[in-house]
Every structure is written in C-alpha cells, then in structure tokens.
C-alpha cells in the first residue's frame, strides 16, 4: 500500500463490536478480568490501552518496523532509548540537535554514569573517529535542529554496524513520508510525535519504531515499568493526525520552497539553511535518502536587532516554541529551543542571536511569501 494510504487504514480496522470506523478512545484506567488470572489481553491502561495500540501499529506501518512504542513525549521517548544503555557505556551523538536533547544527556545522563561524544555526523571520517570499544550508541538528528545538517544514515549505519553499536535516528522533521531511516539501515528510528506526525498543535507525544526484537522487548518493558504512556486521548487525536500526512507533508514543502526563494534573493537575508538548496552542503545526501526536503527553513540576518524588530512584525508567522503544525510559526532557537546548551557551543555550530527558523504551514503560499516580505521590508 501506498502511504497515503497506510496513514489512514495502517494497523487500524473498525472495532469489531460496533463497526465503528474510527479507532474508539478506550478512556479507562482498569478493565473487567473473567477470573482470577483470566483476562482478556488487557489488565491496565499503563501496560495495555487499545487506542495506544492502533496509533504505535499506525506508526509502525509507516516506518516500515516490526514494532513501535509511543511516549507522553519526545524527550520520553529519547529518555526510554537510553535506559538500554548501562554506567560506562559511550553515546556519539550529532552536534547539532535539539536543545532538549543535549540537556538530557548532559544534565541527566552523564551524571549517571553515561558518556558523550558530539561530532559533526554529516562527515562518515569524523562519525568514524569518534567510535570507541565503548560506544553502545549513535544517535543523530537529520535534518538536524535548527541549522538543517544532513547525515548520510547508510553510511552512518555502517560505521556503528562495525563496531556493534545502536543506530539510532530522530526523524521528527522529515517524517516516514520523506525518509524512511530503517530501510537505510538505522535500528531504530524515533518522532516527537507532537510535531508533523500529529501536525495540529495540539498533542504532546513520542514514538519509537525498530525491527530489533531485543530492542523492542527493552523498550515495551521501560513503558510500562516507568509509565510514561500517553493517554488514550492524545493517541486519538495522534491518529486523526497522522491520517493527513500524505496530503499536509507536500504542501508544507512547496511552501517552503516559496519561503526560501524569496529569502535567499532579499538583501536584507545573509544565509539561508534548506536541505533543497543545489549549494547546500548536504544536498546530495538529501537528494539520495530522501523523496522530499521538508517545511522547516532556517535563516540569519544581521544581528539580534533585526531578529527582535522581524519577530514583532509577521501578522502570520506566530513567535512560538514546537513546529510541524498546520500553522507556520517563527522560533529564536538561542533563546527558546536551544537556550539550555552554552553560547559558545551554540555559536561554534552557526546558531547565533541572529538565526531565525521557521516552520511553514500549510496557509496559501501566496500570503506566506507576503508576510516575511513586509516583516523584512519595514
């Protein structure tokens, strides 16, 4: 099946004592046992919840894994991976990721015992050189947060292959809908499902999906021993969500595409960050791993003082932490996504003051190219 169809029908059927088309929200915290251990495959909501169910079989059909685990949250989920990992144990990771990533690895994990390597992973050499007898795991973001990086996934998942580590992938930008990182070798590949998967702003979530059975098994088990699980109302409106993907994910990228034209031809402009620019560094890349480069779109301009007076001046881009909403939104990543990583580090990578990223929406193109030109221009 296509996935404009797997978004709609994957791992979910009409239930089967009404008929009723749409997943039904299971909304109870216990179910009835026929007897004393005699259930009928649901015994409490933390461990077992049907609407659950069909949104992690959902998500698992669209990455083409064999099994999926959903979290109240992205960061839950990233949380969840790690606890795979043992005091010793060494994590490469991209040096450029979201801010609440680095802050659970550095506030969190390291002080338990785990160690981590930040490297530019859109270079095979340098991912390669990071790698020890140690390294258990290599976790990338690709297009990473905010500066758009590109990592080559098949060779990344090489090189952790070779030295028997963990590949792990965020795919929160691009969705199964542009890249697919398990059929290119990743072992495991995770969402902020808050963002494009469920695409209306209105649910905080996360999901895992891999084909590593021992994975799965660690990872179903840490669900339900922590209990981080999302309600079985954010799994329906995750649902409702995702059964548009395949028509919000083109039109998130054509407009996009609009955004970057008329950026990177404004004098007021001095760089833009889009995966399908032919002089982006990771183009190639982009162009072999994926169908499609996204609606996420970041750019500089001269300094903080034209960033604060651009932020007060969009009628339609909202000043506003998250992305992947129908709703196009404008983010400062040094003070809002990325605020709890150093400046120094924040500025070795190009996310200074005067970076501005975007999340294009799906409003009509024509009034989207409008808004930035008038905020630019006045």
Sequence with gaps: MGIGTDVIHGGQHPEERTGAVSVPIFQTSTYKQDAIGKHRGYEYARTQNPTREAWERCVCKLEGGTEAVAFSSGLGTTSAILKNLRAGDHVVAGDNMYGGTYRLFETIYRPLGLDFSYVDSTDPAKLRDAMTDRTKMVFIETPTNPMMNVTDIAAAAEIARAKGAFLVVDNTFLTPYFQKPLSLGAHAVMHSATKYLNGHADVVGGIVVTNDQSF??????????????????????????????AVRMPRHESNAKKIVELLVSHPKVEKVYYPGLEDHPGYAVARKQCTGFGGMVSFTLSDFGAVQAFATRTKIFTLAESLGGIESLLCHPASMTHASVPKEKRDAMGLTDSLLRLSVGIEDPEDLVEDIRQALSR
Excluded at 216 to 245: H, S, W
């Design 216 to 245: 799965a098994e660690r990872i179903r088990y840490v669900q339900n021993a922590e209990g981080a699980v999302p309600g079985p109302m954010d799994c329906f409106l995750a649902l409702r969500g995702v059964k548009t993907l």
